[in-house]
């Protein structure tokens, strides 16, 4: 099932919103990380920038077959080869990984979701022990000129209290202002 309000716009102003290494970067990803998964890559705004970073495989999932194609032509554009693109509803199928065998999660615009618990959740599954979940969601803020309904736009509170619930560890430390307009959050797969 398609996550509610989780279209994009044309790509072009999509990617004027983010600075795709500087944000992985900002959470500690960087090519001491092995593989990656991303939940709904859309344009493949941070896949590649992850792809460039990871020692090994970004799985990227996507439920829109045009994106994951949009992901694939880039990859073969650019000369990237450690990126695994598939077409998959992560909420109905879950992500079709092992439990404890990826280094890092992604849910990068995703958690307004219908069960962002179940999400975490599943996330928390595959990640190793001493794994780590990136989060980044629009600010709680109107005037944010893209985003989903505020109605369903969670606050960093509750994606902190849904990442705890799910079993992560989280560090106010590790709680980011991403400007112009998103949050970023690192949770932890505790290693008992
Ligand atoms: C708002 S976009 C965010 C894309 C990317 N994470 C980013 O931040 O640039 C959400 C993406 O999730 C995908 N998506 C929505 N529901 C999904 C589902 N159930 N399974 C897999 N992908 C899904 C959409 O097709 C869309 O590409």
Known sequence: MKVRDSGMPEEEMWSDFFDPEKILRTFGLDRGVKDIVEFGCGYGTFTLAAAKLAA???HALDIE???VETVREKCRQAGVDNVHAVVRDFV???TGLQHDSIDAALLFNILHNEEPLALMTKAFHILKPGGRLAVIHWNYDPATPRGPAMEIRPRPEQCIA???MAGFTFD???RFDLPPYHYGLLFRKPFS
Request: aromatic letters at 6%.
């Open 65 to 67: 077959p045009e994106m």
């Open 162 to 164: 849904w990442g705890r």
């Open 172 to 174: 106010e430390r590790e």
């Open 56 to 58: 090994g495989t970004v």
């Open 92 to 94: 109905a199928e879950g």
